[in-house]
């Protein structure tokens, strides 16, 4: 087991523990609109990115939807926004005193708790998981343009703001938001492995399986995916605010609902291509999930699938001695060629991601932002 994370350096190598005397643990709190009963990327990282914090005895306060009085997201009833968290998140965050704050999302209590910092002078980092200017635009009509100045104020006061990847680290800097860190993401590599079992439901339905897992909405742009002229079985796993739309529009497709743990990892085994038609995704967690069960990937050549899979299928680092997915401007095209794949290679590279290395990049621009003053006036 990991010793638990101390103060390093500068102003905090002063710090003892009043019973024992030795330099106080770090004391982190992850204030997150997202959480539980949501099934996403997002609640799916910081869940397994507390559990890594935690298993090195760092200290931690979650400040979630869960502990406020919430009501439905118009629009979109499985997410639950906390009414007038403002009050209520500076007490939990007064109680706990934390020596950084880190804010996972841009709502109400990502909103207080930006706040509280700032009244409080406690540094906090932010992350960019959702391209919320694209989806809102999606949702409203509204071009996406009009997003950016919210998203530049929220995370202008960040000591960092942490990424998923490269290109969403250009991308953010040419919309005047620069002070990013990295920050990639993992599997649960006891669950996600090619050995195991295989989902009934799915098993005996005409090849090639053609697979699909994430939220059922108008941002993930599915139809792409259930347009494609291939042949074989479509199955798309997920719940959404467009489910029961895609089921009417698309009765030859195989609708299973959301799924998690084994059950999920049954499905990915279950398949011969795993299809992610997103073009919004900051990343695609569930992409390396798909790899890490020998499924290989067919995905639209835009950041978040091509800093996994690479322009030629081969790793972002065109590592890989085979391909081990296949990006395309035509979603068929690609899915084509992923069939090809060898799936033990696409198992080998994903089992490359983990929690523990991206729970190493998230403590790295922790420990960075708790040591470092910002470079100039934070934004109101």
């Not at 000591?159 to 990013?180: C, D, F, N, W």
Request: hydrophobic content about 45%; proline content about 8%.
């Amino acid at each position: 087991m990991n010793a638990p994370v101390r103060f390093p350096f500068g102003s905090k190598a002063g710090h003892k523990d009043v019973q024992s005397g030795e330099p106080a643990r770090m004391k982190i709190a992850i204030v997150t609109d997202a959480w539980y009963p949501q099934v996403n990327g997002v609640v799916r990282t910081l869940s397994a990115t507390i559990a890594e914090l935690d298993r090195r005895g760092i200290e931690v306060e979650l400040i979630t939807p869960e502990r406020f009085f919430t009501v439905p997201m118009p629009g979109y009833s499985q997410i639950r926004l906390a009414m007038a968290p403002w009050f209520s998140t500076r007490r939990m965050l007064d109680g706990f005193a934390p020596d950084i704050v880190h804010i996972a999302t841009e709502g109400p209590i990502g909103w207080s708790a930006r706040g509280w910092c700032r009244a409080r002078k406690v540094p906090f980092t932010s992350a960019f998981h959702t391209r919320f200017p694209e989806y809102a635009s999606v949702r409203t009509g509204i071009k996406p343009e009009r997003f950016w100045p919210i998203m530049r104020r929220f995370h202008g006061g960040a000591r960092a703001v942490m990424v998923a990847t490269p290109s969403l680290a250009a991308e953010l800097a040419g919309q005047g938001i620069a002070h990013t860190h990295r920050w990639s993401r993992g599997i649960d590599r006891w669950l996600f492995k090619p050995d195991g079992a295989t989902l009934p439901e799915i098993a005996d339905l005409p090849r090639p399986i053609l697979l699909n897992v994430g939220r059922v909405a108008p941002e993930k742009n599915i139809e792409a995916f259930l347009e494609a002229r291939v042949p074989g079985s479509k199955v798309v796993v997920g719940d959404g605010p467009a489910l029961a739309e895609m089921k009417k529009r698309y009765p030859d497709a195989h609708f299973l609902g959301a799924m998690s743990g084994e059950q999920l990892a049954s499905a990915y085994r279950s398949a011969d291509c795993f299809v992610f038609p997103s073009l919004t995704d900051t990343f695609g967690l569930v992409v390396i999930e798909a790899l890490a069960c020998g499924l290989p990937v067919a995905a639209f050549p835009v950041a978040g699938p091509i800093d996994i899979l690479g322009a030629e299928g081969r790793g972002a680092d065109n590592d890989c001695a085979v391909p081990v997915g296949a990006v395309n401007e035509d979603l068929a095209v690609a899915i084509q060629s992923a069939l090809l794949v060898d799936a033990e290679a696409a198992a080998e590279f994903g089992a490359r991601f983990s929690w523990e290395r991206a729970t190493d990049q998230f403590l790295s621009a922790i420990l960075a932002a708790v040591e470092t003053a910002p470079a100039e006036p934070e934004p109101a």
